[in-house]
């Protein structure tokens, strides 16, 4: 349709600017619109050439993280360790920086070890957390999230027999599906690790946000995790408990609008909204 031709109609556009850079002369590219629209627009542009010129962007010295300092709109650069690149681990037609996006609520865009997250102050930091603890479980490492338990946009369940690495197998594509269905991330953390059973956290904005919706995902989720978990004469276990406090609010909550990756393809050139969904 008409973004995907523009999307086409942007890339030749750079891809003549950067025949001119390639020459050495200056290129400049405006981009109007709202602010959270320019800043989407602007870490889509910064992808592209990241993704056709690898290193394009330097990875500081001091560490692999350039932070836009203030509670103001701005943009982070992460730069990921390791072998594997954030953008290719996709499924469910979606990739991982799309939850990204959909569960921290900043703009996200990865190339390869590069990560691009644009927002506000709160929604890069929620960005930079919920990025950290997705690359831990790509990694097969357990994160510790110390007040999981009482942060309203996070919902924690005890698994009482199986030890994460087994869970992790036996729920991969049911989890991948869950995730993505309610625009959450899922992981397993440490902070329950007692003879090797491990506690389940999910995590995003929506669970801050609609309580209705927050509800049928916990039951969802202990619905797996009790299907999941079974003793050694087969009987299945039931999981001993799972928290979500829900977030005490004004009627101002229920309007703040976030971007939502996987509802909107051409979200870098309109201000993100919940109508859009």
Not at 61 to 70: A, D, I, L, N, T
Request: with cysteine.
């Amino acid at each position: 349709g008409g973004a995907k031709e523009m999307m086409t109609e942007m890339e030749d556009f750079l891809e003549i600017s950067l025949n001119h850079l390639r020459a050495g002369a200056a290129t400049e590219l405006g981009i109007f619109g709202l602010p959270k629209a320019r800043l989407a627009a602007q870490i889509k542009i910064m992808c592209i050439i990241e993704d056709k010129y690898a290193g394009f962007y330097r990875k500081p010295k001091e560490g692999g993280c350039e932070v836009k300092q203030g509670d103001g709109l701005g943009i982070d650069k992460v730069w990921l360790d390791g072998d594997a690149d954030f953008e290719d681990s996709a499924d469910m037609g979606n990739s991982r920086a799309g939850l990204l996006q959909d569960a921290a609520g900043c703009f996200t865009e990865a190339a390869g070890k590069l990560v691009f997250l644009a927002g506000n102050g709160a929604e890069r930091s929620r960005g930079r957390e919920y990025l950290d603890w997705m690359v831990r479980g790509q990694k097969r490492i357990l994160p510790h999230v110390d007040n999981a338990d009482s942060r309203p946009e996070m919902l924690t369940i005890n698994v009482t027999l199986a030890p994460a690495e087994v869970l992790r197998k036996r729920l991969q594509a049911d989890l991948q599906s869950l995730c993505h269905k309610y625009r959450v991330i899922a992981f397993f953390d440490n902070d329950k690790e007692i003879d090797g059973k491990p506690r389940l956290i999910l995590a995003g904005q929506m669970l801050a946000r609609q309580e209705a919706s927050a509800t049928e995902l916990l039951n969802d989720a202990r619905w797996l995790v009790d299907s999941s978990s079974w003793d050694e004469w087969g009987k299945s276990k039931k999981t001993q408990g799972a928290t979500w406090n829900a977030p005490a609010r004004d009627a101002n909550d229920w309007r703040l609008a976030t971007p939502s990756h996987s509802s909107m393809p051409s979200r870098w050139l309109a201000a993100p909204s919940h109508s859009s969904r």
